[in-house]
Nanobody
Framework: VQLQASGGGLVQAGDSLRLSCAAS????????MGWFRQAPGKEREFVAA????????DYADSVKGRFIVSRDNVKNILYLQMNSLKPEDTAVYYC?????????????????WGQGTLVTVSS
């Protein structure tokens, strides 16, 4: 399984950014997918997840109403639309397969951890 996140960059507070995650080596359409992030000096934390169908979604409270997770099961790409960005959203963002069932948010419930993409939000 290979997951390659991209789309990060340096933006100002209030701006928007869209992350992408290209998946290979996995039957993408049959797996739930998720996004995590890790800020400097902090633990990796759950951001959002999307059901294999693309219909059901789960968000961390910190991003609910600002971030939108979506997927393209034909192109095998996972997306994270990030709006109204805040400096506290600064982190490396990772995508992962949700191995252990829907609505789980633990680090052990997701994998593998490929190379993330850095998002920096300036105030």
């Amino acid at each position: 399984v290979q997951l390659q996140a991209s789309g990060g960059g340096l933006v100002q507070a209030g701006d928007s950014l869209r992350l992408s995650c290209a998946a290979s080596g996995v039957t993408f359409s049959r797996n739930h997918m998720g996004w995590f992030r890790q800020a400097p000096g902090k633990e990796r934390e759950f951001v959002a997840a999307i059901h294999q169908s693309g219909v059901r979604k789960d968000y961390a409270d910190s991003v609910k109403g600002r971030f939108i997770v979506s997927r393209d099961n034909v192109k095998n790409i996972l997306y994270l639309q990030m709006n109204s960005l805040k400096p506290e959203d600064t982190a490396v963002y990772y995508c992962a397969v949700q191995w252990k069932g829907w609505m789980r948010r633990g680090l052990d419930d997701f994998g593998p951890w490929g190379q993330g993409t850095l998002v920096t939000v300036s105030s």
